[in-house]
C-alpha cells in the first residue's frame, strides 16, 4: 500500500533559525497536503501541492513539491515561537484516501 | 473556513462501558467524514471513512464491531467505541470534506476526543 515518510521525526532550533521537513512517498501523488498540530491541539491545514514542481510560500514557509510528485518540503525561515507544533504531511494517490506521513515535531528555543 | 465540531472534548469512562463520540459540520455538508486514531507523539493512523447513507468502510485491522460508525446525516457521524478497553485510550479525531463545492481535498479536522479508559 501507499507509504508516506517524513523526516526528521524531531527538530529542535534556536529561535530565528530554518527549518526543513521532508516527506517522501513510495507511490505518485495527485496532490500532497501539509497540516500543523500545535501541542494538544487538532491538526489544522496550512496548504496543498498539486502540480509537479510547484513552490508555494506563505510568508515565512516554503512547500515544494518534486518534479516526480513523490516528494514534497516544507521550509520554515527564521522560525518563531509560534512556529511550535508538529507538521504532517499527507498524500494523495489517485482517489484514495489521504495517508499521513509521521510528522515532524518543532521545538524552538527562544 | 468550514468548522468541524467535536463532542466530547474529554471523556474518561469505566472498562466495558460503550461511549460515543460526535463529530459536526457546522457550516458545510459533508458526505464523506474521516475518523483518525492518534497515540501520543504519533501520527494520524485512519480508522474508517463513514460515508453517509451507508455502511462506513473501515481500516484493514479497526474491528467494525468495536468501533460502530454512522452517519446519519449530512452534517453528522458517530463514533461509538463499544465495551471500551484501557488499551482503547487514545485520541480520536474526525475530519471532513466538504461537499459540493469543487472538492479540493482539503480536510477539516475537529478539536478531537481525548478518551481514557479506566
Known amino acids: ?110 | 473556513g468550514a468548522v468541524v465540531s467535536q463532542h466530547p472534548s474529554w471523556v474518561i469512562c469505566k472498562s466495558g462501558t460503550s461511549v460515543k463520540i460526535e463529530c459536526r459540520s457546522l457550516d458545510f455538508q459533508a458526505t464523506t467524514m474521516f475518523w483518525y486514531r492518534q497515540f501520543p507523539k504519533q501520527s494520524l493512523m485512519l480508522m474508517a471513512t463513514s460515508n453517509e447513507g451507508s455502511k462506513a468502510t473501515y481500516e484493514q485491522g479497526v474491528e467494525k464491531d468495536k468501533f460502530l460508525i454512522n452517519h446519519a446525516s449530512l452534517t453528522l457521524s458517530t463514533l461509538t467505541v463499544t465495551s471500551a478497553h484501557p488499551e482503547d485510550s487514545s485520541f480520536y479525531i474526525c475530519s471532513a470534506e466538504v461537499a459540493g463545492r469543487g472538492n479540493t481535498g482539503e480536510l477539516f479536522f475537529g478539536e478531537g476526543s481525548r478518551l481514557t479508559v479506566l
Not at chain 1, 534556536?14 to 501523488?29: H, M, R, V
Not at chain 1, 500545535?38 to 515565512?60: D, N, T
Open chain 1, 1 to 110: 500500500g501507499q507509504q508516506v515518510m517524513q523526516i526528521p521525526q524531531y527538530q529542535h532550533v534556536q529561535e530565528g533559525e530554518d527549518f526543513t521537513t521532508y516527506c517522501n512517498s513510495s507511490t505518485t501523488l495527485s496532490n500532497i497536503q501539509w497540516y500543523k498540530q500545535r501541542p494538544g491541539g487538532h491538526p489544522v491545514f496550512l496548504i496543498q501541492l498539486v502540480k509537479s514542481g510547484e513552490v508555494k510560500k506563505q510568508k515565512r514557509l516554503t512547500f515544494q513539491f518534486g518534479e516526480a510528485k513523490k516528494n514534497s518540503s516544507l521550509h520554515i525561515t527564521a522560525t518563531q515561537t509560534t512556529d511550535v507544533g508538529t507538521y504532517f504531511c499527507a498524500g494523495v494517490q489517485g482517489a484514495q484516501k489521504l495517508v499521513f506521513g509521521q510528522g515532524t515535531r518543532l521545538t524552538i528555543n527562544p
